[in-house]
């Protein structure tokens, strides 16, 4: 019996699985990818389903659903905390376990939703952030070699959203993390005004990780990014562009632009929508543009993956239309394209 894959995704779309398998054990998991491997079965690995929009016409091979779990962590008054975690663990979770335990650094990436194994594969970050700053070392199966392989932070090749095992994708399954994390109760800089302004503070600020984290959260269920609100999307659909200095000097004075140290330019995707003329709570058939933040495209109860694809479309004309620029998804497409 198949299994719709919608079950299993933040956005509760996509059709069905030909074969699911659920794993909780890493044997099992590598036994599991080497068995679709051996029978050359195409293979979707999914983890929390939070970042993924998979086609009305489901997967037609084995679709792996990550549930490892287990952590184990030492904390060193001088060196900090070294914390190994397995991919199948919620990511937000884990974030609040660090600061429960008195440790700085990922305070700004709370409620970000997924599991601890897509951090290193997108890069997850916020408000000025990112997971590659902290990881240590990302240990994997190699489906080409057929071996367990670990990398150091170095060789993960982290940038803006991206990462070795983005551009290879489906070559490396994660099994666990290992983040260094500071022991403190200050946390790092605060980086956004957006952020600094909740806070009450400076940018440049350091501020208690407990009230740093309080109010990240906040700022994202404002935006509908909680899965609490009830709001089916998968965070932000489009990544923030990264531009030519030239491109960036055609935009409006009062668009966003931060320099990014490679004298490329990083604007903002939600500001260029709302200026292109995308609205906030717009609806085309079963998609709609979250009443709460026009980069999250939801669905609005009964929305398939072609009504998102189509709204997605039409806002990334829209944008380029007007900018010149376009606009990359940030959501994984299975089956499906833009």
């Known amino acids: 019996m198949s299994t719709e894959l919608s079950s299993l995704t933040t956005m ?3 059709g069905p699985a030909k074969n699911l398998v659920r794993v909780r054990g890493e044997k ?8 679709a491997d051996k029978s050359q079965t195409p293979l979707l690995i999914l983890g929390g389903g939070s970042n993924v929009l998979i086609s009305d016409a489901g997967f037609d091979g084995t679709v792996i659903h990550v549930e490892t779990a287990g952590n184990s962590y030492e904390i060193d008054a001088c060196s900090g905390g070294l914390l190994t975690v397995s991919a199948g663990e919620d990511w937000d979770e884990f974030v609040a376990f660090t600061i429960e335990k008195g440790l700085a650094n990922l305070e700004t990436l709370s409620g970000i939703p997924g599991t601890v194994g897509g951090a290193p594969i997108q890069n997850i970050g ?7 700053e902290i990881i240590a070392r990302v240990r994997t199966f190699d489906r080409k070699n057929d071996e367990i392989k670990t990398f150091m932070a170095s060789e993960c090749e982290f940038s803006y959203r991206n990462s070795i095992f983005k551009q290879q994708a489906g070559r490396y399954v994660i099994l666990d993390v290992t983040f260094h994390l ?3 109760e200050e946390s790092l800089p605060i980086q956004y005004e957006e952020l600094a302004g909740a806070l009450g503070v400076e940018v440049g600020a350091r501020v ?3 009230e740093v984290r309080n109010a990240v959260l906040k700022l994202r269920e404002a935006k509908g990014m909680l899965l609490s609100t009830g709001i089916k999307s998968a965070g932000s659909f489009f990544t923030n562009p990264i531009i030519s200095r030239e491109e960036a000097a055609k935009l409006p004075a009062d668009a966003p632009k931060w320099e990014q140290g490679d004298g490329k330019i990083k604007t903002s995707a939600a500001w260029l929508m709302e200026h292109a003329g995308v609205e906030k709570g717009y609806r085309l058939a079963g998609a709609q543009i979250s009443p709460k933040h026009v980069l999250a ?11 998102l ?15 010149g620029i376009t606009l990359e998804p940030e959501v994984v497409l299975v089956g499906i394209n833009l």
Do not use: P
């Open 12 to 14: 509760a779309v996509g």
């Open 28 to 35: 099992e998991l590598i036994e599991a990818v080497r068995a």
């Open 126 to 132: 916020a408000y000025g952030h990112e997971a590659g």
């Open 182 to 184: 500071r022991l403190g």
């Open 208 to 210: 208690a990780i407990r």
């Open 297 to 307: 495209l939801s669905n609005a109860g009964d929305a398939t993956a072609k009504d």
């Open 309 to 323: 694809i189509a709204l997605a479309k039409e806002a990334r004309k829209k944008v380029s239309e007007t900018f």
